[in-house]
């Protein structure tokens, strides 16, 4: 055991929304299962009625209007989300940020959770986001896409106090999401 604390290596935080769109959520957990669950059969429920898929756009603002619409209530979802996918119409690429104040940006790449910050002399210093910053650009293809999640997962392994079990990488494209396999147990050297 490398860490204090074990994650599951069963936990999939995503939930496929329709054949284009997936969902990933983080918060917790009561919230985040229950609204992941709310969204996705609501995102079927249109599908259905309306014999088409909504886009991640229309998706999106869907999903931050009942972000919305929970804060202004008593029991608002503690729920921090990204949401991705490709438009079925146009064959782009988008991926959006939302928090769980109803807060939403369409971003290149991000990051949630433990993967996001760390906070040594009370300021913040990014784990995850400082390697996307450095190594991310416009005409990225898959296989560099996968070396960048590798350097981030060994990042994480490097500075966090946690145990992996393994990383469940899912791929949307025009074909639709799929996961795909990723060999994470090899150990990672000191920086």
């Known amino acids: 055991m490398r860490g204090a604390t074990i994650l599951k290596a069963s936990d999939d935080k995503t939930k496929e929304l329709n054949k284009h769109t997936l969902m990933a959520f983080s918060g917790e957990a009561g919230d985040t299962i229950q609204f992941a669950e709310y969204i996705q059969a609501n995102i079927q429920l249109y599908s259905m009625r309306n014999d088409s898929d909504l886009g991640p756009s229309a998706v999106a603002n869907f999903v931050r209007g009942e972000l919305a619409r929970s804060l202004r209530s008593r029991k608002p979802y503690t729920v921090n989300l990204l949401l991705g996918g490709i438009d079925p119409i146009t064959n782009s690429p988008s991926l959006y940020w939302l928090d769980y104040l109803a807060a939403l940006a369409p971003v290149p790449y991000a990051a949630h959770g433990y993967a ?32 960048i999640l590798r350097m981030c997962t060994d990042e994480l392994k490097r500075r966090l106090p946690i145990d992996f079990k393994g990383m469940l990488v899912k791929v949307i494209d025009q074909n639709g999401i799929r996961e795909i396999e990723y060999e994470d147990s090899k150990p990672v050297a000191s920086a």
Do not use: A, R, T, V
């Open 116 to 147: 996001q910050y760390d906070i040594p002399f009370l300021s913040f210093w990014y784990y995850c986001l400082s390697i996307l910053d450095k190594h991310h650009h416009s005409d990225i293809d898959f296989d560099q896409g996968l070396k």
